[in-house]
């Protein structure tokens, strides 16, 4: 069994790899030797990626793709093993976010993100399985959120589909061990990136919805994408089935699990705060 405690000479798949933490995580390997896959829809953003990384001496190819779409989300993990012989790390970090009373949004906006979030991950999480089973080794490493451990009021479909990754991911873990094969669900918090400036909010003003969620998200700092990308490797490492980061989040994560009555009643407020914000409002609160 193959073993990469420092990702040196790994082969490894990045989804959403075209920006973010996606890029940052794909930049991280690289520095680390890791052969990188840097897979996005944006297929101009991942080969930008891609061809910096070559520029500073990593190998990296980038592969446009839907992770929404089974198919090619399954010709990803085949072309990939047999281009290296192998795939070590499959990173299903591709998200988005559309948020807004859930009353708002429609079914097909639900669909769209349930698709991307969390099937998007299934598909990749379920083909890497697959492949790394097959070789005996391998280590999928899921990204969630804060909003996987906690609720979200708000921002339910995306919360639903963060909640699912941990499930997978922890579901997985206890599959795979017998075959070599790691699992690894990564829970950051609040990052400085542009999921707030690209997040789809219905029936809201979107730049006063960014505000007032950086405002109230328990008020928690916000980290780098670069610093993100460090603690996911990390945890990675050291095998974690949580990879639970900043502190903050753990203290968070902990305080919820220990008083969930206050937190029922601050995600209350919350929505109050969002809900006033609503460009049309209804007979009832």
């Given at each position: ?12 798949i ?13 930049e ?7 052969t ?11 080969r ?60 097909q ?9 969390l ?67 990564a829970?950051?918090?609040d ?37 993100a ?16 980061f ?17 937190f ?22």
């Amino acid at each position: 069994m193959q073993r990469f405690t420092n990702f040196e000479d790994a082969v490894a798949i990045v989804t959403g790899g075209g920006m973010g933490l996606g890029e940052a995580l794909c930049e991280e390997l690289g520095r680390r030797g890791a052969t990188v896959v840097v897979a996005d829809i944006d297929g101009d953003a991942a080969r930008q990626v891609a061809q910096r990384l070559a520029q500073a001496g990593a190998p990296a190819v980038a592969v446009p793709v839907d992770v929404a779409d089974p198919i090619a989300m399954a010709e990803l993990i085949e072309n990939t093993v047999s281009e290296y012989g192998r795939i070590d790390y499959m990173i299903n970090n591709a998200g988005i976010a559309i948020g807004g009373d859930s009353r708002d949004l429609s079914m097909q906006q639900w669909r769209r993100v349930l698709d991307v979030d969390l099937l998007g991950v299934v598909y990749g999480s379920v083909h890497a399985y697959r492949a790394m089973a097959r070789q005996g080794h391998g280590h999928i490493i899921n990204v969630s959120s804060l909003s996987g451990l906690v609720p979200q009021p708000g921002n339910a479909a995306y919360c639903t589909s963060k909640h699912g990754i941990v499930g997978l991911s922890l579901s997985l873990r206890a599959e795979g061990v017998d075959l070599g094969v790691k699992v690894s669900a990564a829970c950051p918090g609040d990052m400085k990136t542009k999921i707030y400036d690209n997040m789809v909010v219905v029936n809201m003003p979107r730049e006063q919805v960014a505000t007032l969620s950086r405002r109230t998200h328990y008020l928690m700092p916000q980290m780098t994408a670069e610093a993100a990308a460090r603690a996911i490797l990390r945890g990675a490492e050291r095998n974690r089935p949580l990879i639970v980061f900043p502190a903050v989040v753990q203290v968070i994560w902990h305080l919820y699990r220990r008083f969930p009555g206050l937190f029922y009643r601050v995600n209350v407020h919350r929505m109050r705060l969002f809900r006033g914000l609503r460009a049309n409002q209804p007979e009832t609160p």
